[in-house]
């Protein structure tokens, strides 16, 4: 499975790239779409979920949350520690703009893939169908989920090289096994040569060992969870 995220107006050509590179592979992309930054590019999320790509609710607008320590200088991702009941207030906005686009609003990817217990239950009251977290794909509608790490590159120059070389190692080594390989990059990341080069790379050695590309949704109807 392979996700984009980052995708706004300043992020679209890099995105159209990278849409080009994988539909010469013949793998779809699920696009993580946070509503309230997307702006100008909803449009072409519309003509890329016509085109078979899946879309998943990436937050709303990724305001960070302050930690419960106030002497702490760290902020939380935006749906990382939400109580249920504040969780539903942000999804009830993030669901009203997705309506808005004509976007898909029944799964959902956390911004920086934390969700709280407060905002699953959340995501299950609104109806969601699927949340993808750091450690598993949750089918909201069974209670079953699919257990597999998010793999993904940071920016962190100074670790550049041994970033790529690892994501790389890691779909080959996850995909040789027969296991489930999620690869996911920032639009903003793209923009960075030995980012791009490697996240194809691992794309195509996935491929070399025959791993089956999937959607999010497609990858919760087809593969056996528990």
């Not at 699920?30 to 702006?39: E, F, I, M, Y």
């Not at 302050?66 to 902020?75: E, G, M, Q």
Request: with cysteine; charged share 25%; glycine share 6%.
């Amino acid at each position: 499975m392979v996700s984009l995220s980052g995708i706004d107006s300043r992020t679209l050509h890099r995105c159209a790239d990278l849409a080009e590179e994988l539909g010469r592979r013949a793998v779809p992309m699920s696009l993580l779409v946070a509503p309230r930054l997307a702006g100008a590019a909803t449009e072409w999320v519309r003509t890329r979920h016509a085109a078979g790509d899946d879309v998943l609710m990436h937050g709303f607008d990724h305001t960070l949350v302050p930690r419960a320590r106030t002497v702490s200088l760290a902020r939380r991702a935006e749906f990382s520690t939400l109580p249920a009941h504040e969780a539903g207030l942000r999804l009830t906005a993030a669901m009203a703009a997705m309506e808005r686009e004509g976007l898909p609003i029944d799964g959902f990817a956390p911004p920086r893939w934390m969700a709280s217990r407060g905002t699953v239950i959340a995501l299950e009251r609104k109806g969601f169908r699927l949340c993808a977290d750091l450690m598993s794909i949750r089918d909201l509608s069974s209670g079953t989920h699919l257990r597999a790490r998010v793999q993904s590159l940071r920016s962190h120059e100074r670790a550049e090289t041994w970033r790529c070389f690892a994501l790389v190692l890691a779909a080959a080594r996850t995909t040789r096994r027969g296991g489930c390989l999620r690869l996911a990059i920032d639009a903003t990341d793209l923009i960075r040569p030995g980012y791009r080069t490697a996240f194809l790379d691992a794309v195509d050695v996935a491929l070399q060992n025959d791993a089956t590309a999937l959607t999010y949704r497609a990858a919760a109807i087809a593969v056996p969870v528990g």
